[in-house]
């Protein structure tokens, strides 16, 4: 039952966010303050409260319409598109970018020192022991090697569908290692160690077939930014993994 009482307390938090769209008027949110912004949010959760309980009293239907239609105003305001602009996009690799990779770099940096922990154990363990590279790369590509022929030649010839495949490859890496966060990072690290333990192993092999320089050929034009990328999803999958295991609980408004 809605009381006098009730609804004296509760219409002047109706009467500010009412005032508070007003103001935004067709500016949206920007033409509200940082503060002003916090209180549309605190209000926007209280008049939802008030509105759940008005609508369980039939005899306050226009009460629960004029409610309904506030929190429909306030809804639209937080939750508006915003226009996207050519600007923007410069805006966001000019300075958003660069920050968050700064403030995310330890992660990123993490992530290159699992893929190179594992990078040199391939290479090591493919120097020590010749049966780790058969056994590791399979039959033709130990052939292809021992002939002195690189394995990717039957790939280039046919490029662009080759550069297709590789990228797509390297996307669904990177993409994997980044939600793999979600086992508490143990998959991200799987997934870097594993791809840098491949590396080194192809490297060590083409080391001692004497065609790093082939090999390097063949890495470098796709490889400086797709392995950049796969580090980035790395850092991004071990920000994830801490966000899951260490995360702080704030108090409800």
Not at 184 to 190: D, E
Not at 196 to 214: F, P, S
Request: aromatic share 10%; hydrophobic share 50%; glycine share 8%.
């Amino acid at each position: 039952m809605i009381t006098a009482r009730w609804l004296e307390r509760r219409k002047p938090f109706w009467n500010e966010l009412e005032s508070l769209l007003e103001r935004s008027g067709s500016r949206g949110i920007a033409a509200l303050h940082h503060r002003e912004l916090q209180q549309v949010s605190l209000l926007y959760r209280q008049v939802a409260a008030d509105l759940a309980a008005v609508r369980e009293d039939s005899a306050n239907r226009r009460l629960a319409e004029y409610l309904n239609q506030l929190l429909g105003r306030a809804h639209n305001l937080i939750y508006m598109d915003r226009r996207a602009s050519v600007g923007s996009i410069w805006s966001f690799y000019r300075d958003v970018f660069p920050g968050v990779f700064r403030a995310t770099f330890s992660y990123t940096l993490a992530a290159f020192v699992i893929f190179c922990s594992g990078a040199l154990t391939g290479f090591l363990a493919c120097l020590g022991d010749p049966s780790f590279q058969r056994f590791f790369l399979g039959d033709a590509m130990n052939s292809a090697l021992e002939h002195r022929r690189m394995w990717t030649e039957s790939i280039v010839t046919v490029k662009p569908l080759a550069s297709s495949a590789i990228l797509t490859n390297n996307l669904t890496v990177s993409f994997t290692t980044f939600a793999l966060g979600l086992t508490a990072g143990l998959g991200t690290v799987y997934m870097l160690a594993m791809n840098g333990l491949l590396i080194g192993v192809v490297t060590a092999a083409c080391w001692q077939a004497g065609m790093v320089v082939q090999l390097a050929s063949f890495v470098a034009p796709h490889g400086v930014l797709e392995l950049r990328a796969v580090f980035l999803a790395g850092g991004g999958g071990l920000l994830l993994a801490r966000g899951l295991l260490f995360h702080r609980r704030t108090a409800a408004p």
